[in-house]
């Protein structure tokens, strides 16, 4: 008989060596998440995917799946407190979702609808953050960064080179480019890359593709984060 | 340049880990960390800038622009703010002719804050140039301007600006009776190294540094993990404010430390061992790499110590001013010459720590103690304190009463005794284990210091009836958002909202609302963040908050809503370019 942890009195197997997280997409629970992706090792850092484990608080991307674990996901409160976290991401950059090339296709934006944010309820940072024009093909807005280090692992994991890194401490972090001149265009960035493809905001975008989409056509204008999210990832699974 | 970081690098032996070390040696030969020394380390390193520009940007005491060729920090604890630091700052920034944050337009002098510099008992405190400076007033600013201004280098400064001094007031079991060096090893070989670990946990040790887990549990989970190499830490980065114990251990009982530590590795079978200093203690590292040498030296460490064919090493590494490198996995990422970022667990120091290895990191007094125990048996130890809190326990001492200094006491003594014996009176209340524990009134002084009542690592700060509570949580809740190392979300943006939040409830501004707004935010933070720094960031908030709510709402206006945005100050731009500031250019935010 296979290992089985509890999901909102859900029963679900699991096994030895999978996250919370593994288990519960591949069961068809969706655990909202920022900084977590399947194809790269888990970072931990968004705490959306945050979940009461046996009374425990725990990053359920991070955290092993151990039997007869009793974790409480999809609840008011949790998700309250996910709703949140997601507004200091929103408050703590510069996100301005009718003027972002991305809107729609955001994970920010799609996982603040999930969690019904209707404002950002904390005072705003109004941080200065520069953008990165410098590449022929990549453009960084650096306003729009939730640090999720997603580009990071993807450019070490997937593409073999070591363009960026985060830098800084607390509210002063930031996104780093590899390059003397601190500058994308004299990276090793290429268009083709992993790392350009995988922000979950408008932070990285390649040039001149911009609104080939029309807004009301996007992803998550017709589906909602969840679905998409437990659709693309168990392929991603099945392969 | 190039000569110099070559010949630096390849004393640190191409180690990566050590990169730390490097930097901190940049810093001090240059005053900052250059961009081609970043490029010339990168490559010598075989690691990438960024992972240098990370570092540098995430530790305090490195820079990317000059510092002066003095940089004078000060301490901003508010233990130092008790005892005058404002005004000193101020008489600073005027005989130095420098601002705070600035550096001096001749590069010769720069000044700023700083966290808690641990010498809460003779302040208010500074370092230059990394070196700590105690009790400041008038007349020794007027000697360091005088010293700078004829640039005279730092060796031949008067050595009474850098006396530092015990102030040990009160020993008990461990302080009265250090052991003889070597006398715990020997006893431990004596006795079996099996009935030595029997021994540590009969004597109920837990672990100092506040969260206190088992030592002997600890100890023997490591022993168990199959893997050629175990290391043992010990974790000298007192950052609490109001900690300064540890430096006090370091400078009297380095040897018996050192026992601990040695002792530690014959238990688990480690060869390396690291003694993790915090950068504010870098006056006591000549002293401590001496007594390493002499240990050496006696055959205490190295190889075939105690001719019981045991193999250890001790190497001190030095911080370089990052409160979060006192979690156990942060100063086990610095270690490695990595920013201070608490790791995801599990896995556990004990089976995946320094460079994958099983590593048993514990507190400078819990290694002190366990030296003793090894000598004197369990029972010796576990025959004092209470039930769940054995043996004694060394407080740091601050704030306002007659004796600031050391204090040891058996687990179980209530807060009224140490008041008594530490000459504080009028006292309004007092912050047990630093701004992370615990604010408790003085309607609880007959509460005990045990882990089942009021835990602590040892910070003791005393207010008296003088003192405003909202200055000193203010001071703790910058302090905090100061020093999160910006990894997860809940405490990165909690951190500053509460500081926003805070500021605008003690600036006056807040309205009916912020109160509760506030507190809901303390509990996301506390909840949900990733670490022991962001799930105690709010408890100064919350501990008060719990125990003079009126204090709070005293602070609020009579209306019931202030928007966050600052209508009138927004408009202080088109003022200026307008040259205006008559009745007409300011606009009411809110009818009052």
């Known amino acids: ?239 | 340049m190039t000569a110099f970081i070559q010949d630096l690098v390849e004393k640190n032996h191409y180690q990566p880990t050590h990169l730390l070390h490097i930097l901190r040696a940049v810093q001090a030969h240059y005053h900052y960390i250059p961009k081609d020394a970043i490029e010339q380390i990168a490559r010598l390193l075989a690691i990438s800038r960024t992972q240098i520009m990370g570092v540098i940007e995430f530790y305090s005491f490195f820079h990317l622009s000059p510092r002066g060729h003095y940089e004078i920090l000060i301490s901003d604890s508010i233990t130092d703010h008790l005892l005058g630091k404002h005004e000193l700052a101020a008489y600073l920034e005027e005989k130095l002719n420098v601002k705070l944050g600035e550096v001096r337009a001749d590069g010769l002098v720069s000044l700023d804050n700083t966290s808690c510099t641990g010498l809460c008992d003779q302040g208010p405190a500074g370092l230059v140039n990394g070196y700590a400076l105690s009790r400041l007033d008038k007349a020794k600013v007027d000697q360091i301007t005088d010293l700078i201004n004829q640039q005279t280098p730092l060796e031949g400064w008067p050595q009474a600006l850098f006396q530092v001094d015990d102030n040990l007031i009160r020993s008990d079991l461990l302080l009265s009776a250090p052991i003889p060096a070597g006398a715990a090893l020997q006893s431990a070989f004596n006795r079996g190294l099996k009935e030595t670990l029997n021994e540590l946990d009969i004597s109920g040790l837990r672990g100092r540094g506040g969260a206190g887990f088992k030592t002997a549990t600890k100890w023997k989970f490591c022993s168990e993990e199959l893997n050629d190499e175990h290391i043992v830490v010990c974790n000298a980065d007192e950052g609490e404010p109001g900690t300064f114990k540890d430096r006090v251990l370091l400078n009297s009982y380095a040897h018996q430390v050192f026992e601990g530590m040695t002792l530690c590795a014959a238990l688990i079978g480690a060869q390396q061992g690291f003694l993790y200093l915090r950068g504010e203690y870098l006056h006591l590292y000549d002293k401590l790499e001496a007594i390493l040498a002499e240990r050496r030296q006696a055959g205490l460490l190295g190889q075939n110590i105690v001719n019981a064919d045991f193999n250890f090493d001790i190497e001190i590494c030095l911080g370089a001013g990052a409160y979060i490198c006192g979690e156990e996995s942060a100063l086990i990422e610095s270690l490695e010459g990595k920013m201070g970022i608490p790791r995801n667990r599990p896995p556990y120091p004990v089976t995946h720590g320094y460079l994958g290895k099983p590593t048993v990191v514990n507190n400078v007094e819990t290694f002190l103690a366990a030296a003793s125990i090894a000598v004197n048996g369990g029972n010796w130890f576990a025959n004092i304190g209470t039930d769940k809190s054995k043996g004694t326990k060394i407080l740091s001492i601050c704030g306002d009463c007659a004796q600031p200094g050391i204090y040891e006491y058996p687990f179980g003594t209530d807060i009224q005794t140490i008041l008594d014996d530490c000459g504080a009176s009028d006292v309004l209340g007092v912050q047990i284990g630093g701004p992370s524990g615990t604010f408790i009134s003085n309607k609880e002084f007959s509460r005990l210091l045990a882990f089942e009542d009021l835990a602590t690592g040892g910070s003791f700060i005393v207010f008296n009836q003088q003192r405003n509570i909202l200055d000193v949580v203010n001071n703790f809740t910058h302090f905090f958002a100061h020093e999160s190392c910006g990894f997860c979300t809940p405490c990165r943006v909690g951190t500053s909202l509460l500081k926003n939040q805070l500021d605008k409830i003690v600036d006056g501004h807040g309205s009916a609302g912020d109160v509760v707004a506030l507190e809901e935010l303390c509990q996301i933070v506390k909840k949900q963040s990733h670490c022991g720094l962001g799930q105690t960031a709010a408890n100064p908030i919350l501990t008060t908050l719990e125990r003079y709510p009126e204090l709070y709402q005293a602070q609020l206006k009579k209306i019931s809503y202030e928007p966050g945005f600052d209508l009138d100050g927004a408009l202080e731009t088109a003022r200026r370019l307008a040259k205006r500031d008559d009745a007409g250019a300011h606009l009411a935010q809110v009818e009052e």
């Open chain 1, 1 to 239: 008989m296979s290992k089985t942890i509890t999901i909102d009195g859900q029963v679900i197997p699991f096994e030895e060596g999978q996250t919370i997280m593994e288990a519960a997409t591949e069961a068809g629970v969706y655990i909202p998440h920022l900084c977590h992706h399947p194809e790269y090792t888990p970072h931990g850092s968004c705490k959306l995917c945050n979940v009461n484990v046996n009374g425990r608080t725990c990053s359920a991307c991070t955290f092993p799946a151990m039997e007869g674990q009793q974790i409480l996901n999809d609840a008011k409160d949790i998700n309250e407190e996910r709703k949140k976290i997601t507004q200091m991401l929103f408050v703590e950059g510069n996100h301005f979702c009718p003027s972002c090339e991305k809107t729609g296709n955001c994970q920010l934006q799609a996982v603040a609808y999930h969690l019904n944010m209707l404002d950002d309820h904390f005072p705003l940072f109004y941080p200065h953050r520069e953008l990165d024009a410098s590449h022929a093909e990549v453009l960084i807005d650096h306003n729009r960064c939730i640090f999720c280090t997603l580009c990071v692992r993807a450019s070490q994991q997937k593409d073999g080179k070591d363009v960026f890194a985060i830098s800084g401490r607390g509210i002063n972090k930031h996104l780093i480019i590899n390059a003397e001149s601190g500058l994308l265009k004299d990276s090793e960035l290429e268009a083709t890359d992993q790392a350009a493809h995988v922000c979950p905001t408008g932070a990285i975008l390649i040039k001149r593709t911009g609104y080939q989409v029309p807004i009301g056509e996007r992803i998550y204008d017709h589906t909602q984060i969840d679905q998409v999210s437990l659709n693309s990832e168990n392929i991603q699974h099945d392969n």
